[in-house]
């Protein structure tokens, strides 16, 4: 109800809210109480401080600008429409992993990345939200950086694999569109450095028994995976990709794609006659499948008491074989996919005859 000269009139309106309809009634209470002529009269309103005194700039600026009433809704009917604010002064760091997370799941560059580089970028990404997932991606430092890696308390490896995973979420961050920070903080994050590991290569007898513990496990369900690894030395990644038809017994070859090879260039490798004859056993037993779950690749490890081998030990071993058996540089660094500093770095040397002779005379 509302009074003007003396007589009550009804007045009616709709509202979205009743937040908003308490309000309108508080200010057509307060003109009546007041009256019509009165310039200056308090009224209720739902706008917080700070948007009202953004309100009474814009108008300020409007009335300037020699524009009147209904300046300030026209101007904001003609705002292109936003489900969220994803300006750079607005977004934290929890919507900016999510939208992340998006990106790699279902963007075109995002499926570009191999599937464990997804997987890798998508769950270190997330680790990220423990300490700074209600900053704003514009006000993360590298100082703020500099304390989650610390706070994780992780090997000098991991802390480095975590720093290089911030740096692609923030460099993806401060690109177009998005443009939610001007630079990459993790450029100025410094942490130690890994000291560079030698290769574990594996013996005779520790080989021989992880063969015989995978022809025992569910089949010998895990061999076509070990002894690719241990004779054809391709890298786990590399396995994961492989398929069947790219294993060619009867001219003893492996062809690794260009798309499948960590770097990006296709290679044929040459099969040892050990390599050859555990994949024809393991072909009559209908045993292609060259994707064991990691949980039966573990099993066969804890049986052959090799639980705390390291992961690429596999194809340390095959390099160190074949750089001994063919004593060249060129012909090992083209077989097994590195560069000849490397093999002459880290793999010359390391494997005795006797001791090679012994790893390619293992039979099914």
């Known amino acids: ?13 709709n509202f979205a809210t009743e937040l908003a309809a308490i309000a309108r009634k508080h200010e057509l ?16 309103t739902i706008l917080t401080a700070h948007q009202l005194g953004e309100a009474e700039s814009a108008w300020q600026l409007a009335s300037a600008l020699g524009h009147g009433e209904g300046a300030l809704v026209r101007a904001v ?30 963007s075109e560059a995002g499926m ?6 997804r997987e890798n970028l998508r769950a270190r990404a997330s ?20 304390k989650w890696l610390l706070s994780m308390n992780l090997a000098a490896r991991s ?14 961050c401060a690109e177009r569109p998005r443009r939610w920070c001007s630079s990459n903080p993790v450029k100025d994050v410094h942490v130690t450095q890994p000291r560079p590991s030698e290769p574990v ?11 015989r513990a995978a022809q025992e496990h569910r089949g010998g ?16 990644s590399e396995i994961e990709r492989l398929r069947h038809d790219q294993i060619n017994l009867v001219d003893r070859e492996i062809r690794i794609e260009a798309s499948q090879s960590k770097t990006g260039r296709s290679r044929v490798i040459a099969m040892e006659p050990a390599l050859a004859a555990w994949l024809e056993w393991c072909g009559a037993r209908g045993l292609i499948n060259y994707h064991p779950r990691r949980k039966d690749v573990e099993a066969v490890r804890e049986a052959a008491g090799l639980s705390t081998w390291s992961a690429n030990a596999l194809r340390h071993t095959a390099i160190s074989v074949k750089a001994r058996t063919c004593k060249s540089f060129v012909d090992t660094s083209e077989w097994a996919g590195n560069s000849e500093p490397v093999i002459r770095k880290h793999y010359w040397g390391r494997m005795t005859s006797s001791d090679a002779a012994s790893i390619l005379a293992i039979a099914p």
């Open 29 to 44: 209470e307060a003109k009546a109480l007041q009256g019509e002529n009165v310039r200056e009269a308090l009224r209720a």
């Open 127 to 146: 680790r990220l939200l423990l300490t700074l997932g209600r900053m704003l991606v514009s006000e993360v430092s590298a100082d703020d950086l500099e």
């Open 159 to 172: 802390r480095q694999n975590y720093r290089l995973v911030a740096s692609r979420l923030f460099s993806w």
């Open 77 to 106: 009917a003609s705002l292109p429409a936003h489900d969220k604010d994803m300006s750079a002064a607005s977004v934290r760091m929890d919507e900016a992993v999510a939208e992340f997370r998006q990106w790699l799941a279902s």
């Open 112 to 117: 570009k990345l191999r599937p464990r580089t």
């Open 1 to 13: 109800m509302h009074s003007v000269n003396g007589e009550r009139l009804r007045i009616r309106e």
């Open 221 to 236: 369900i895990v061999v076509p995976f070990l002894v690719i690894a241990l004779y054809g030395g391709l890298r786990r």
């Open 201 to 211: 290569v594996l013996l005779p007898v520790q080989c021989k028994t992880l063969l």
